[in-house]
């Protein structure tokens, strides 16, 4: 059972979030501040730490190094979304906007807590952690197990299958085993096989004689022999034709490349990076490619991670392409606005890093020359699929008609109950029942849209 500690000055919240996740299986322990968690608790026996942005004495930000390797989840207002980036940013697990649904407050919860587990279990040791590669982006758990692997691989000559969606970056990964290789002063060739024709990727890869074939007025090297002492990096090679299938596996096996038309084979030290979206297993089994070549191949796999999958490194890859993109109109830095990051960091991104390149570029070039911040709007994405949350000051409180046993969200808690009690109670009584000051009552019923009544109440009571 994973042990949750919720650091949160509001009894109310503090009460219902308890209530939320003990229903669901968890350990909770509660606290109201920085001080009283670390008096109470020791942090770094608990699995979580669902803590409040602001808090009475310190920030919950101040938790982030008193509790190491512990993941801390912020919670925030919607007005103080630029500050739960900013904690991202110091090292927070994620961040969660108030109110909050209960089934996204549990989905966050789970996948806060899966993440740290498969980190702890993945841990690199002593030489083989840490280390970064230049022109990748990311300090996601499964970018540091990706870089380990480089690392590992790049000093040998085995063959990389790489597998990963399109725009996954799959090129960049290629780039690194080469420059982290004994080849890095040869040629790094990349071939996008789903780019050239059939009826050419044969001559294109090993080269053709002169009138091999109609319109072969002279020989031609092929992209094989010129990574000669280098890396071959074929990019979709599911998609290529069954007969270039043959004349690879011989390049692979034998070391020689023999050009269309050619009675010679010549020798050739290359080495091969592979890259797929696509189950080459599969298509083995159907006939669609060579079962032998696909072991020859299938060497070292490494797989590269949607975009969805990588957490917060979306906001570091985006905030970087604002800045280069930016310097490349030659205009003022600009910044993402609190929608944009929350469209930025909740949608799917289905093109991966390519369709956010895009959407950064296209956002910069639409965003008025007046502006500072990127409008979400100019990303022009499905915003139908991101949970944009704008400020409304006529917004009123949900369904408060419901069961009172039914699971509200936190608002729905506390407008029911001020409208349901602000008849018979005072200010004062309300604000205590409910574990919070005067202030941040008032505050709320601004916010919630609910009028402040003249309380029905015994003489000598509070106005």
Known sequence: MSHILIVEDEAIIRTALRKLLERHKYKVSEAGSVREATTKYRLNEVDLIISDLRLPGAPGTDLLKLAGDVPVLIMTSYASLRSAVDSMRMGAADYIAKPFDHDEMIATVRRVIGKAEQSRAQAPTGRESGRTIAGMIGDSPVMRDLYNRIHKVAP???????????????????????????????PLISVNCAAIPETLIEAELFGHEKGAFTGAQTAREGLVAAADGGTLFLDEIGELPLEAQARLLRVLQEGEVRPIGAVESRKVDVRLVAATHRNLRQLSAERKFREDLYYRINVVQMTLAPLRERGKDVLAIAEQLLEKFCAKVERQPLKLSPEAIQAVTTYTWPGNVRELENAIQRSVILTDDHSVEIDHRTLDIDLDLVPIEEADPERRPRSLHTDPREDLSLEDYFARFVIEHQDTMSETELAKKLGVSRKCLWERRQKLGIPRKKARRVAGAEA
């Open 156 to 186: 040998t000559d085995a063959t990389v299958l790489v597998h990963g969606e399109t725009g996954t970056g799959k090129e960049l990964v290629a780039r690194a085993i080469h420059e982290e290789s004994r080849r890095a002063g040869k």
